[in-house]
């Protein structure tokens, strides 16, 4: 996958080494993104959250947690979708002519007898569709851990490296993250992920004694539909920067082609220092 052209104004974020395993594995760590103190913050949401989750009547004692379109739950999940540390390296990869399709939250507890799962992203159709070698991803998400996970099986985020430029099998595997090619993360709480939607990828099972927690962002193209949300809110909408107002989908009124060619001002509502 080919990184987009940089834009005037932009200056390339990810270093000759990242650019050269996000081409051929597919996938990149960044170690340290968020800090102490965003970590801090946001693991209060989301416990709270899980609590909250967990006092529902028809929820299981030793459930998880995957609750989508989050921006719309709580303000600190709104600063995510370009924070200064990690938009611009969503800019480098797809280009400015995008917004944001999901902000999700996940809680896997603990789960002993879980066989995890590995899929590409997308369902049917986008399973099929593999960007070729010159080619702009067709999404990208970023998954921010939230907990220390310094050894497999407690839950990791799980890759396949250099898989996102082969097809994944229509029955999927029998033994779904473990096979031999799989690659469990280990990381620490701050780092984040990044990966295109036709990395094969997962989680295996939980086996630890805490919860492994974290939030996905997921960017398309402008011409895309959103995942999670048909339209936000006006309330959100109240909340957000120009450039925020922009990738949850405010691009004026709507005419034929408005989501196929984006408004004139969007490589400059794209670069503004305001997060």
């Given amino acids: 996958m080919d990184l987009a052209p940089l834009i005037e104004g932009q200056e390339s974020v990810l270093t000759d080494k990242q650019k050269q395993q996000w081409k051929e594995d597919g996938y990149l760590v960044l170690k340290g993104i968020l800090s102490s103190e965003e970590v801090e913050n946001l693991t209060a949401v989301v416990d709270q959250m899980y609590e909250d989750h967990l006092q529902q009547p028809d929820v299981k004692p030793d459930a998880g947690l995957d609750r989508r379109n989050v921006m719309e739950d709580h303000d600190i999940f709104v600063g995510l979708m370009d924070h200064p540390a990690t938009f611009p390296i969503v800019l480098e990869l797809m280009s400015p002519y ?4 999901m902000s999700e939250v996940i809680v896997r507890p603990t789960d002993p007898e879980g066989k995890g799962l590995l ?8 399973r099929q569709i593999r960007v070729s070698e010159s080619s702009l991803p067709f999404q990208i998400k970023f998954q921010y851990f939230l907990t220390d996970l310094p050894e497999p099986d407690m839950g990791n985020f799980t890759v396949v490296p250099g898989s996102h430029n082969r097809l994944f099998p229509d029955g999927g595997f029998e033994d779904g993250p473990y096979i031999p090619e799989a690659l469990p993360l280990c990381v620490k709480a701050g780092d984040m992920a990044i990966f295109p939607h036709a990395m094969w990828h997962g989680f295996v099972a939980n086996r630890s004694d805490k919860p492994r927690k974290s939030l996905i962002y997921c960017y398309v ?18 909340r957000c920067t120009p450039r925020q107002r922009r990738l949850v989908g405010d691009i004026g009124e709507w005419k034929a082609g408005s989501y196929f060619y984006s408004p004139p001002d969007q490589v400059d509502v794209m670069l503004e220092n305001e997060s």
């Fill in 119 to 126: 899929h590409t992203d997308g369902g049917q159709a986008m």
């Fill in 221 to 238: 193209h402008q011409c895309m539909r959103a995942f999670d949300f048909e339209k936000p809110s006006p309330e959100l909408l109240e």
């Fill in 98 to 101: 995008i917004h944001l399709s």
